[in-house]
């Protein structure tokens, strides 16, 4: 059986892009560019908590760094730099290989080094931490919501929480459905790209991993603000063309985990730029409400025009 220097050496030491030390010293080295500040976030994955023992380890590689990208997407910042911690039940070669190849696949199509770990037995859990740069002073951070900003969504939140409903058999969807709700569930795209364009057009922002809603109100919080959602703008229609009837797509949309969607608040000053991105990024960017002044208090406008607090919660691990 290989040791663990020889499993490190195999499958997590891989050439590095921009860094002067990687794996195989007792610490990596790098260099923050001049003017930069880090960024700096992680994230674990725990078998039978975040995830079924049985998914498929390239699936799980490449989840297992694009949550942690998705932190850095929602701050703004240029991802770099990632270490991985990884406590296996067994030596299994198939599967680490397999874990190996989603991880760097992941990795080269962002940007990102591997620069370290920690290789260890234990039950099956994975924890990365993530490293990137921001020009000082430039992220964007939960607390810059105004009054009047407008509230915005990208992609599609909700198809993760259908997946998640289909692989514990509670619906059952049409096949072409079916797959694309899995894939959003078990292949998130961390909105990078869409982040650091937000430089200074964005107030506040932060990426979706447990239920817009419950997100929503966390930018709240640290902005001391309220905010109307609109039920009309909620972007329904693909999840019921999926399959979903309404009162699930919009728990879905609301209240579904792990989309990895970037939520933000923007002037009203910032639509057109918005729209021109879209185009750009090719990634839809729903506008679904606005921030009010009535510190905490969170209201969805009814398609009736009733406004009343949302029915849905995020999600809490110790709830
Ligand atoms: P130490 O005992 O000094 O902490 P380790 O023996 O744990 O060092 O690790 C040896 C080298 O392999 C270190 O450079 C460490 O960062 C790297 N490493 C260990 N596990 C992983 C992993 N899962 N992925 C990437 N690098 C790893
Ligand atoms: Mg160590």
């Not at 990102?112 to 990137?132: K, Q, Y």
């Not at 021109?276 to 009010?292: D, E, K, M, V, Y």
Request: net charge negative; hydrophobic share 45%; charged share 20%.
């Amino acid at each position: 059986m290989p040791s663990e220097f020889e499993l490190i050496r195999r499958y997590f030491n891989r050439p590095c892009a921009h860094t002067d030390l990687s794996v195989g010293d007792d610490a990596a080295l790098v260099r923050p560019a001049s003017g930069m500040q880090l960024a700096i976030s992680t994230d674990m994955l725990i078998a039978g908590t975040h995830f079924f023992p049985d998914t498929d380890p390239c699936d799980l590689g490449w989840k297992a760094l694009a949550v942690n990208l998705s932190d850095l997407a929602a701050m703004g910042a240029q991802a770099r730099w990632a270490v991985l911690g990884l406590a296996l039940p067994d030596v299994d070669e198939p599967w680490l290989s397999r874990f190996a190849d989603g991880l760097f696949h992941c990795a080269d199509q962002y940007g990102v080094d591997l620069v370290g770990g920690d290789t260890t037995r234990g039950p099956l859990a994975i924890g990365v931490t993530i490293f990137g740069e921001v020009p000082n002073g430039s992220a964007i951070r939960r607390d810059g919501a105004h009054p009047g900003d407008e509230i915005w969504i990208s992609g599609q939140p909700g198809l993760a929480a259908l997946g998640l409903a289909c692989l514990q058999q509670r619906i059952t969807l049409p096949t072409a459905a079916r797959t694309r709700c899995i894939h959003a569930l078990q292949h998130p795209e961390p909105r990078l790209a869409l982040g650091l364009a937000l430089r200074g057009v964005a107030s506040a922002m932060l990426d979706v991993s447990d239920g817009l809603i419950g997100d929503l109100n966390h930018i709240l919080e640290r902005s001391g603000c309220g905010a109307e959602i609109d039920a009309t703008l909620l972007p329904l229609t693909p999840l019921l063309a999926a399959g979903a009837d309404e009162p699930l797509a919009r728990r879905c949309l609301l209240a579904g985990g792990d989309d990895y969607e970037l939520l933000f608040s923007a002037p009203p000053s910032m639509q057109t730029t918005l729209a021109a991105l879209s185009t750009q990024l090719q990634l839809p960017l729903t506008r679904i409400g606005h921030i009010t002044e009535h510190r905490g208090q969170l209201l969805l406008r009814e398609v009736d025009g009733r406004l009343l607090p949302p029915l849905v919660s995020g999600y809490d691990h110790f709830a």
